[in-house]
């Protein structure tokens, strides 16, 4: 299967990018096809609602930025993986800006499988992420493999590990 992980937290050895990480080596270990692309890494502006895409663009959006790199990896993704912290309670804007771009596509057309990886400092910060997430795999028509959140006691542990892991028996 084509997996896209979309990871978002600018801090490349963190706990979100750990995650991230453990999920892309145990799916290409069972023979999956895995790009994992740094979105805080790339210059994502958020939607103008410009509606070029829906109009003029013919599904091209209006922005040329860093986004352009993402849109023919959302077209062949069967699989795509979200892997953000916690940040005021929900997907931090690193995150945000890309999925609001997919409006140009409206949804990724091939994609049937997602997932959530998500760390935070505190328990009980999840609601909004997962309600998004949630809402996104049926918007997107696609089956929710699972969630793995992180808080701080249960970072970069062997039990974490072995939940992301679990996760790619699901695809
Ligand atoms: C701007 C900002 C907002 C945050 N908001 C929350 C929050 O609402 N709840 C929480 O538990 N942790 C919050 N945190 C902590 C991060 O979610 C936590 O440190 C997470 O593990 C960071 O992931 P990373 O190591 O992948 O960067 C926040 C951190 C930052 C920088």
Request: contains cysteine.
């Amino acid at each position: 299967m084509n997996i896209l992980i979309l990871q978002s937290s600018p801090r490349a050895k963190g706990n979100t990018a750990w995650m991230a990480e453990e999920y892309k080596n145990a799916a290409e270990a069972a023979g999956h096809q895995v790009t994992l692309v740094n979105v805080a890494k790339k210059k994502i502006a958020g939607c103008l609602a410009c509606e070029y895409c829906h109009g003029k663009g013919e599904g091209a959006c209006v922005q040329k930025d860093d986004m352009q790199e993402l849109y023919p990896l959302l077209k062949e993704a069967e699989a795509l993986v979200l892997a953000t912290p916690i940040y005021y309670f929900t997907f931090n804007s690193q995150m945000q800006a890309p999925i609001h771009r997919i409006y140009s596509m409206m949804t990724p057309p091939n994609v049937k499988k997602m997932a959530l990886l998500t760390s935070s400092y505190s328990p009980d910060v999840y609601d909004a992420a997962i309600a998004q997430y949630k809402y996104l795999c049926n918007f997107f028509k696609a089956e929710d493999t699972g969630i793995v959140t992180a808080k701080i006691d249960e970072q970069k542990t062997e039990e974490t590990a072995q939940k992301v892991k679990a996760l790619i028996n699901n695809l």
